[in-house]
């Protein structure tokens, strides 16, 4: 399987601010996406980070407030905008593999907003 | 929409006890499946999957058989360590339901006792 580092690990960041996260695989990988862990609960899929094109966004989340880039097959980068409180998760980035419809997740970047 | 629906914990059990995490699934199309874990301070791993019908994954003592007549994918161990005790993750792919990414149920914590 890949594998995947995320930077940072964790952050504590001021509301209002906004924090970019890396995800860096060590080789190419077609599908890569974004996921959201709040505190105590499951992921939620955040999008889609295409290479080349815009990323896909699920319902509730928009690219103004989480904008995603792919600039390649191994790297992507998420965004968190104007943070607030309720942004406070660990932020995941997973990648797709050959093998139908299986993932990878990266160790995850734990952000509290203060 | 696509959802996963997972018995919640914690589940607390005896070293060498039986071991059952009940999930059942609503989907579109025709899903892969899936059982992730996540260790006290670890990332999320794949434990085991399933693609299609009466298939059954198995990993490291685990095993779940994709049950599409009654929706489910239940995760079962005959016998279970201390080791094991983790939050576990049931979830599904939906290609055609028109989502690449995963849906996650809400986790079980699993609490085995010496």
């Known amino acids: 399987s890949a594998v995947i580092s995320q930077k940072p690990s964790r952050d504590i960041c001021q509301r209002g601010t906004s924090l970019t996260i890396q995800c860096q695989v060590d080789s190419q990988v077609t599908m890569m996406f974004w996921y959201r862990q709040q505190p105590g609960q499951s992921l939620t899929l955040i999008a889609t980070a295409n290479q080349g094109s815009e990323a896909t966004y699920e319902s509730g989340f928009v690219i103004d407030k989480f904008p995603i880039s792919r600039p390649n097959l191994t790297f992507s980068t998420l965004t968190v905008s104007n943070m607030s409180p309720e942004d406070s998760s660990i932020y995941l980035c997973?990648?797709?593999?050959?093998?139908?419809?299986?993932?990878?997740f990266g160790p995850g970047t734990r952000l509290t907003v203060t | 929409g696509d959802s996963v629906t997972q018995m919640e914990g914690p589940v607390t059990l005896s070293e060498e006890a039986f071991l059952t995490i009940n999930c059942t699934y609503t989907?579109?199309?025709?899903?892969?499946l899936f059982w992730y874990v996540q260790y006290p301070g670890e990332g999320l791993q794949l434990l085991l999957k399933?693609?299609?019908?009466?298939d059954k994954g198995s990993n490291k003592g685990f095993e779940a058989t994709y049950r599409k007549e009654t929706t489910s994918f239940h995760l079962e161990k005959g016998s279970v360590q201390v080791s094991d005790s983790a939050v576990y993750f049931c979830?599904?792919?939906?290609?055609?339901?028109?989502?690449?990414?995963?849906?996650f149920g809400k986790g079980t914590h699993l609490i085995i006792q010496p």
């Open positions: 989907a579109t199309g025709y899903p892969s």
């Open positions: 979830a599904l792919s939906d290609p055609g339901g028109g989502a690449d990414g995963l849906t």
């Open positions: 997973s990648v797709g593999t050959a093998v139908r419809h299986e993932q990878y």
């Open positions: 399933a693609t299609k019908a009466d």
